[in-house]
């Protein structure tokens, strides 16, 4: 799966505030409640369970990348988002990078296998250095997400 189905416009944060890695994950859960794609009443529900889940180890996966992720039973479809640092975010990340990418997203608990199948699509996409320079230049939402679709050049100078 694709990360750009999962997002729209509005759920793309092109600066973040967050300098540490629990607040930046505050930051983007209260924007997609701000949003709308995700329900206010699911904030301590989900927030727990992100807390948790960075406390097993980092989502920070190096190459200035984090992919905070976890669990709903009380959601019906995928809720995501990216953020962008342009100062970076100490993440505990696994390398010791500042993280200057963020991708979170909450799954239905009946849709495990689509956690996995998007974590590694993440992933892989990331470990891209020429995406993650597109991204880190991207002057708006709509460049970002058509990033993240495959849609952008290769050989952008």
Known sequence: MKLASLLSP??????MRSEEHMPAIFELVEHLI???????????EVVASLKAREEQVSTGIGYG???????SENLES???????????ID??????SPVHFVVLFIVPKKDYHLHLQTLAAIAK????????????EAECRTAI????????????A
């Open 91 to 96: 993440f505990e990340a696994l390398d010791n």
């Open 125 to 136: 996409m990331f470990t891209n250095c020429e995406i993650r320079r597109q991204l880190s």
């Open 10 to 15: 509005d759920q793309i944060v092109l600066d």
């Open 65 to 71: 990348v984090a992919i905070p992720h976890a669990f």
């Open 145 to 156: 997400l058509d990033i993240l679709a495959g849609k952008a050049s290769r050989n952008v």
């Open 78 to 88: 995928v809720a995501a988002i990216f953020g962008r640092s342009v100062k970076g």
């Open 34 to 44: 701000e949003t709308g794609k995700l329900p206010e009443t699911l904030r301590e």
